[in-house]
């Protein structure tokens, strides 16, 4: 099963979602479907990984806002201070 078959192409709009790999690929993927995905797609990251890889992503990534971190260390039981929350520029 293709990425692009199963989350929406918008998410990854500055690559080609056609060549992503669920495993090469699986820190963009979570982190862009946790920030911008609809419920049915982070339902999907659910699915195809672990709960400890999805955890292991959010602890590395660089890039979430404060309400996807905020929501995801309740739901994942992550510690807030554990997670970076990107400055938001507007």
Not at 39 to 51: H, L, N, Q, R
Not at 67 to 83: E, G, M, V
Request: with cysteine; aromatic share 10%.
């Amino acid at each position: 099963m293709k990425v692009s078959e199963v989350l929406d192409k918008s998410l990854f709009w500055d690559v080609n979602p056609e060549r992503l790999d669920w495993q090469k690929n699986c820190q963009l993927i979570i982190e862009r479907t946790l920030q911008r995905g609809l419920t049915k797609e982070v339902e999907a990251i659910f699915s195809v990984y672990t709960d400890i890889q999805i955890r292991e992503a959010i602890l590395k990534s660089k890039t979430l806002d404060k309400k996807t971190a905020n929501y995801f260390s309740i739901k994942l039981d992550i510690p807030l201070a554990n997670i970076h929350v990107a400055t938001e520029y507007y």
